[in-house]
């Protein structure tokens, strides 16, 4: 144990090969979390460099990407992209941009989670880059423009002139490379080409993915109902809830439905395809569907009674409703036991 830690210590610290206009983050007084268990990750403010000019290519010419790493992934202005863990691992922000929208990928290795976030903060356009500060052992970004900190999983501002301001969220969807290439074979992806000179094959942190007794940082609550490391889907709001792989055991592709913070959800998974993503079965004009799941047709995933088809994104790709989107709680992918210490009231869907 100890040794895993000596080595993981000291592969934080090899992370830190950016520049860095400053080497500490200048925080104002005001915290909304208690400021005794803001920690250092060890690299200081942009020690651990966002990826600020980020290039795609396809995936045929991806050869640093396993077919088992995860990879997250969004649909916006008509674009599809996936940004794949192993950069992520190593730089955790990645500041891109589409015709009308501005975003952010902010990506925690040490909780497992990731969202994304309109880099247009009260109507300024600003960057983010990683401030070096942790909370429950969970990243906390800082906007360029106005040096405000941000906590990921908290998705608002702790400290700095945006302070008690919430973020507005991109849900991310999250799944294995293998899986993605079979969905979306033409779709762009984060290539290597950073700008700086990492080994994206190599995952830095060790056994920490696997190792239910590694936690690198103190965490306030420390929740056994669930092993620490087990990948849910934690749908985030007044009454946070996580879903397991082990609620779709049973079928390539399952679904369930649930009622969080008072709205009606559908929840789709595999295990075989390694994803779980959650909508809201009710339409912005308050009409709810009905909808079942859709086997062997990834990426569309959903069929309602009227006969519309609708994908992971939660479009509607065929049907009367085509072009039509579902709406979607805030959510994440991730490792348990970081939903469990941010949402003490959280509950496990049975």
Request: net charge negative; aromatic share 12%; proline share 5%.
């Amino acid at each position: 144990m100890l040794m895993n830690l000596f080595k993981l210590t000291l592969l934080i610290l090899c992370l830190s090969c950016g520049s860095s206009e400053d080497s500490n983050v200048t925080a104002q007084e005001e915290w909304l979390i208690p400021r005794a268990h803001v920690l250092s990750g060890g690299p200081g403010k942009d020690g651990i460099p966002a990826v600020d000019n980020p290039k795609f290519t396809k995936p045929g010419d991806i050869d640093f990407v396993l077919d088992h790493d995860l990879v997250l992934a969004i649909k916006l202005d008509g674009d599809i992209r996936a940004y794949p863990h192993p950069i992520l691992d190593q730089h955790e922000i990645v500041n891109d941009e589409f015709d009308n929208t501005y975003i952010s990928i902010t990506y925690c290795p040490l909780t497992g989670t990731g969202i994304g976030w309109d880099r247009v903060v009260n109507g300024n356009k600003t960057t983010f880059g990683v401030s070096g500060l942790l909370y429950n052992t969970n990243l906390i970004p800082y906007d360029r423009k106005s040096n405000s900190l941000w906590s990921q999983m908290r998705l608002e501002c702790v400290n700095g002139d945006f302070i008690r301001e919430k973020t507005k969220n991109f849900n991310l969807f999250e799944t294995t490379w293998k899986t993605w290439k079979q969905m979306y074979p033409d779709a762009d992806v984060l290539n290597d080409d950073t700008g700086y000179n990492k080994v994206y094959g190599l995952y830095p942190y060790d056994d920490y993915r696997e190792n239910n007794n590694l936690i690198l940082f103190p965490i306030t609550v420390d929740d056994t109902r669930l092993p620490r490391k087990e990948r849910v889907l934690g749908v985030i709001g007044q009454s946070p809830k996580v879903y397991r792989f082990d609620n779709f055991t049973n079928e390539k592709i399952g679904s369930l439905t649930d009622i969080v913070n008072g709205e009606e959800l559908i929840i789709v998974g595999s295990r075989e395809s390694n994803f779980i993503v959650a909508f809201n079965s009710k339409l912005s004009n308050g009409l709810s569907l009905t909808l079942a799941v859709v086997e062997d047709d990834l990426p569309n995933i959903l069929k309602d009674t009227e006969g519309s088809v609708w994908n992971i994104f939660g479009e509607a790709v065929s049907g009367p409703r085509i072009g039509q989107k579902l709406n979607s709680p805030d959510q994440m992918m991730g490792y348990w036991f970081s939903f469990a210490t941010f949402y003490s009231d959280i509950d496990i869907y049975q």
